[in-house]
């Protein structure tokens, strides 16, 4: 799929990514999660499932 970022040439492909956040009690990092991600520009899709969960 093509990237949806204007004037990027790139293509979308299935990555495993890692996404970091931090609480009030510390850092998060959950690891492994299925993503879309722009070989070239970097841009990320989830989808509606990933997010809601």
Same mark, same amino acid.
């Given at each position: 799929? *093509?990237?949806?970022?204007? *004037?990027?040439?790139?293509? #979308?492909?299935?990555?495993?990514? &890692? #996404? !970091?956040?931090?609480?009030?009690?510390?850092?998060? !990092? !959950?690891?492994?999660? &299925?993503?879309? !991600?722009?070989?070239?520009?970097?841009?990320?899709?989830?989808?509606?499932?990933?997010?809601?969960?």
């Amino acid at each position: 799929m *093509n990237c949806s970022i204007q *004037n990027c040439p790139g293509q #979308y492909g299935h990555k495993q990514i &890692p #996404y !970091v956040t931090t609480t009030i009690k510390g850092l998060v !990092v !959950v690891k492994d999660i &299925p993503a879309e !991600v722009c070989d070239f520009c970097g841009d990320t899709l989830l989808s509606k499932e990933v997010v809601e969960h």
